[in-house]
Nanobody, 124 residues
Framework: QLQASGGGLVQAGSSLRLSCAAS????????LAWFRQAPGKEREFVAG????????IYTDSVKGRFTISRDNAGNMMYLQMNSPKPEDTAVYYC???????????????????WGQGAQVTVSS
């Protein structure tokens, strides 16, 4: 199971960190990702890791502002959001999957495990 936390209301240009805790075993060999979904829009890939590869992947709109990280034990994943913008407002979800292929890392439908979502609202 995945449990996301750390959402809230922040001002544009500030910072916020989301956390995702895994229970029931280590996720060190899983592909991990953060997605987000704004009202009326499809769920969108934000950032992720393919399996135990340490090189992170980001969507273009957050590059240079957001940083994904994971702990060595494979129990925690984070999303550091620096200089958030009002357009970053969404419900943020953490996700994990053991078997997806690299080309599918941005595809929400390929992930088997999801956190419950954390609302992030960025005011201007």
């Amino acid at each position: 199971q995945l449990q996301a936390s750390g959402g809230g209301l922040v001002q544009a240009g500030s910072s916020l960190r989301l956390s995702c805790a895994a229970s029931g075993g280590s996720l060190s060999s899983y592909s991990l990702a953060w997605f987000r979904q704004a009202p009326g829009k499809e769920r969108e890939f934000v950032a992720g890791y393919f399996r135990n590869n340490r090189a992170a992947i980001y969507t273009d709109s957050v590059k240079g502002r957001f940083t994904i990280s994971r702990d060595n034990a494979g129990n925690m994943m984070y999303l550091q959001m620096n200089s958030p913008k009002p357009e970053d407002t969404a419900v943020y979800y953490c996700a994990a999957d053991r078997g997806l292929i690299y080309s599918s890392i941005r595809n929400a439908q390929q992930y088997d495990y999801w956190g419950q979502g954390a609302q992030v609202t960025v005011s201007s």
